[in-house]
Every structure is written in structure tokens, then in C-alpha cells.
């Protein structure tokens, strides 16, 4: 439970690592049109729990994005609002953020974990704002992530996602942060 949802997430940890590295979901199957909300937001096929699963890093996190893989009942009480002009609200971000929040909690006698934090799609714009507002993630990777979403739905001609944050406020915080940013070739 983190916030006012529940997150499907699946963890990998040891006791031994200083590090731990962070996969968030993309927006998965929030449309099943261009004018069609979908009933059930969860990917297809989980491209970030796919990347989580190759890493061969000691302690790995996979966090899917709210209101993806629940069952019907949780389902019907997840607004479709989070997976549609809200999916990078401050509810949502705040909620990602207290996922991180129990990750940080040191095991132990050993210090509090450092983050890095690599997000697929949508979980990369989610990633990059997690990134620049706090202090325990040094290492930010994205992949085919739509870091402008102003830009990313004028350019697709879908609706303006006006209840989620954008990253052109906090550009100078993330700047401090180690960042690899990813994308095809051929990816418009």
C-alpha cells in the first residue's frame, strides 16, 4: 500500500549491497483507442520487470505503475484518471516515492541503500522526477521514456496530460544526477 493505491512490486535483496536498482513500469495499456480509455491498465508485455529480471545486480526492485495488475475488485476502486491525464500526478509520484521510502530502509546494521533508478516509457518520466526530488538517487537510465510530455502528446495528437508533472521545473535538480537517456532510432 503506498499513498492511496496499491502497487504491484517484486524485489530481489540482499543485505550486502550499498545499491539498489529500480525498475518502474511504463504506462501500459492505458488506451485501447486513440479515443478509448482502457478498463485495465496493465501492460501487455512488462518491459521493465523484463529489463529487472536480466539484472545481475545484487538487490534489484521492479515497481509497476498504480492500478496495474490488480484484480477486479482493487481495480474498481482505481480512478482511470491515474493511468490516463494523471499518471504523473503528485499522487502518484508521492505513492512511487513512498514504495522507494521502504527500499531505503536499511537491513540491518547497514547503511541506508542509494538508488539507481531506470524506467521504461512513461516509468522513465516517473524515474526522472523521482530522480530530481530526492537525495538517495544518483543514477537515473530511461528508456524510450517521453521526458516531455507537453511536446510527446502535441507531436501524437492525444489528449494534454494537464494534472501531471512536468520535468522543465526541476530541470536544475536533475542536472545533478547521473543520467543515460535511451531510445531507437527510428523512435519518433
Not at 136 to 163: E, Q, Y
Amino acid at each position: 500500500e503506498a499513498g492511496v493505491f496499491t502497487i504491484a512490486t517484486a524485489i530481489r535483496r540482499t543485505n550486502l549491497s550499498d545499491r539498489i536498482h529500480v525498475y518502474i513500469e511504463g504506462d501500459g495499456r492505458a488506451w485501447t483507442t486513440r479515443s478509448r480509455l482502457s478498463t485495465d491498465p496493465t501492460p501487455r508485455r512488462a518491459t521493465a520487470l523484463a529489463l529487472a529480471v536480466k539484472d545481475t545486480h545484487p538487490s534489484v526492485a521492479y515497481i509497476a505503475r498504480p492500478c496495474q495488475y490488480l484484480g477486479p475488485a482493487a481495480l474498481a476502486d482505481c480512478a482511470p484518471q491515474y493511468w490516463s491525464s494523471h499518471r504523473y500526478s503528485q499522487a502518484v509520484i508521492k505513492a512511487i516515492s513512498e514504495v522507494l521510502d521502504e527500499l531505503a530502509k536499511p537491513i540491518g546494521g547497514e547503511p541506508a541503500p542509494r538508488f539507481t533508478v531506470v524506467g521504461y516509457s512513461g516509468g522513465g518520466t516517473l524515474a526522472a522526477l523521482l530522480s530530481a526530488m530526492r537525495d538517495d538517487v544518483d543514477g537515473l537510465i530511461t528508456v524510450a521514456a517521453n521526458l516531455d510530455h507537453h511536446r510527446w502528446t502535441t507531436f501524437h495528437g492525444v489528449s494534454p496530460l494537464h494534472s501531471s508533472a512536468s520535468l522543465d521545473t526541476i530541470l536544475e535538480r536533475l542536472a545533478k544526477v547521473h543520467q543515460c537517456h535511451l531510445f531507437g532510432q527510428n523512435d519518433t
